[in-house]
């Protein structure tokens, strides 16, 4: 069974520019979760879509937007760069919606901002 | 709100030592608990859950009870291994809230033959 896939594993913009991430679950996985991973702030949580609706949603600017698609795939768009913005990715899925069960991992993308 | 405080590391133990990483949280409600481990250069994966009080996880002779009268949810195992270098993260959900998970800052562990 494929885990959690996502895509480009590694990208370099630089300020103002915006980017899209992307994020294929676990077959059968309706919930996706986005976290940012940096050293100083650990794992935030970004948003939760289930069924292609934001259930959750934490405390990140509005330039940080998602969505889901009727297969369940996620993606994650941040508008307007900055450095701060540098930190890994990561995409979770889940089977279902009650938080009971375990989030599956992806390896992560590496945001760099120039 | 929702909050997991964990141990500060790094940890460095001898090989077949005891382990203990704290892991202590603030929640309302009935939230599950998890411990998730990274190995270096690679993602985060389950180590083990517990869904109510008193439940007790465990995985690769990791435990971990789930104590609701101290808000705990420690890490132990008998004997560590070289390949138990890793960063541990302790985390939970709220309940039936969704699958908002909250993560502690992680305790690195580095273990020494």
């Known amino acids: 069974k494929a885990g959690v896939t996502q895509t480009p594993r590694y990208l370099i913009k630089t300020r103002g520019q915006q980017v899209t991430l992307s994020c294929s679950p676990i077959?059968?996985?309706?919930?996706v979760s986005w976290y940012q991973q940096t050293p100083g702030q650990g794992l935030q949580f970004l948003f939760e879509y289930f069924s292609e609706t934001q259930r959750n949603k934490g405390n990140f600017p509005g330039r940080f937007s998602g969505r889901q698609f009727s297969n369940s795939r996620s993606e994650m768009n941040v508008s307007t760069l900055e450095l701060g913005d540098s930190a890994l990715y990561l995409c979770?899925?889940?089977?279902?919606?009650?938080?009971?069960?375990?989030?599956?991992f992806g390896d992560g993308t590496r945001l760099s901002i120039l | 709100g929702d909050s997991v405080t964990q141990m500060e590391g790094p940890v460095t133990l001898s090989e077949e030592a005891f382990l203990t990483i704290n892991c202590t949280y603030t929640?309302?409600?009935?939230?599950?608990l998890f411990w998730y481990v990274q190995y270096p250069g690679e993602g985060l994966q389950l180590l083990l859950k517990?869904?109510?009080?008193?439940d007790k996880g465990s995985n690769k002779g990791f435990e971990a009870t789930y104590r609701k009268e101290t808000t705990s949810f420690h890490l132990e195992k008998g004997s560590v291994q070289v390949s138990d270098s890793a960063v541990y993260f302790c985390a939970l959900t709220p309940g039936n809230t969704g699958n908002q998970f909250y993560f502690g800052t992680g305790t690195s562990l580095t273990v020494i033959p």
């Open positions: 517990a869904t109510k009080a008193d």
């Open positions: 979770a899925s889940s089977l279902g919606p009650t938080g009971t069960e375990p989030q599956h």
């Open positions: 929640a309302t409600g009935y939230p599950s």
């Open positions: 077959s059968g996985h309706r919930s």
